[in-house]
């Protein structure tokens, strides 16, 4: 059965998260629901990242299984009519049948936006934490150089998580701004549960003087939750990209990067 990679991309504000659920709308299940209908067969869809209620993306990823003639970079024409406005697939392209979008990620970008100005305003809502008090961002900047490299996130992860192993590598966490907006960037090998939301919370509190700038270094000594501030709500993270590795779609190793991959993050 030949094998579909789509990247998707969606405003979370309306839905439950990523992932199908008994109750509550979820990007999966309209997702699901429109190929079966473009198809004409039951599809299920699997994702490379299980972004939660609020969360957006721009370069989610996600593969199925079909025996349509519908050629792969043709399913973003045939599904935008079928979804809803705030969803939208980007790109379709056929893979190896070996493929899985999340066990062969190598590397996921996240964005989370702040506001930082006295008073909200109404186009930023959705997409931006707003932040009253001024932030420092040099302080900020300077506290997410102990980020780098890989590391046990064991601190980093909220209740519920699941991996196993909590060691991950970031390769990129800076920090920009333009005029009254903030931008945190980070890419990393993977992220733990609210790994994201967490950094972007203990940031806050660090850019408003309310914790060290050395509060990142001393929960990765001592793996401890409390050296870190708050999760930051849903509704300033993006997840911005899924890569893979290079000429890993049509590669003949494939099985066995996919059992590799696989086993790693039992």
């Given at each position: ?248 779609y049509l590669h003949p190793e494939f099985h066995r990067w996919h059992e590799e991959a696989e086993e790693s993050l039992k």
């Amino acid at each position: 059965m030949p094998r579909i990679l789509l990247t998707v991309s969606y405003d979370g504000t309306a839905y439950s998260g990523w992932q199908r659920q008994i109750n509550g709308e979820s990007i999966q299940a309209c997702l699901e629901d429109a190929l079966s209908r473009a198809t004409g067969e039951t599809i299920r869809v699997t994702g490379a990242s299980r972004t939660d209620a609020g969360v957006h993306a721009l370069g989610q990823k996600c593969h199925f299984d079909t025996l349509s003639r519908i050629p792969a970079d043709k399913f973003p024409f045939v599904l935008q009519p079928l979804l809803p406005p705030d969803i939208r697939v980007t790109q379709g392209m056929a893979v190896a049948d070996g493929f899985h979008a999340r066990f062969l990620s190598c590397r996921k970008k996240y964005t989370y936006r702040f506001l930082n100005c006295r008073f909200p305003d109404a186009m930023h809502r959705l997409y931006h934490l707003h932040v009253p008090r001024k932030l420092q961002d040099t302080e900020m900047t300077r506290a997410l150089a102990d980020l780098l490299g890989t590391h046990d996130f064991a601190a980093f992860q909220a209740a519920g998580g699941t991996a196993k192993s909590t060691v991950r590598t970031i390769y990129r966490a800076d920090l920009t701004r333009d005029g009254d907006c903030l931008t945190l960037f980070l890419e990393g090998n993977a992220f733990l549960y609210n790994m994201v939301r967490i950094i972007a919370g203990t940031l806050v509190e660090i850019g408003e003087g309310r914790r060290s700038p050395e509060a990142f270094r001393e929960a990765l000594e001592t793996g401890s939750r409390l050296a870190l501030g708050p999760t930051a709500p849903p509704h300033g993270l993006e997840l911005t990209d899924v890569l893979y590795p290079p000429d890993a779609y049509l590669h003949p190793e494939f099985h066995r990067w996919h059992e590799e991959a696989e086993e790693s993050l039992k």
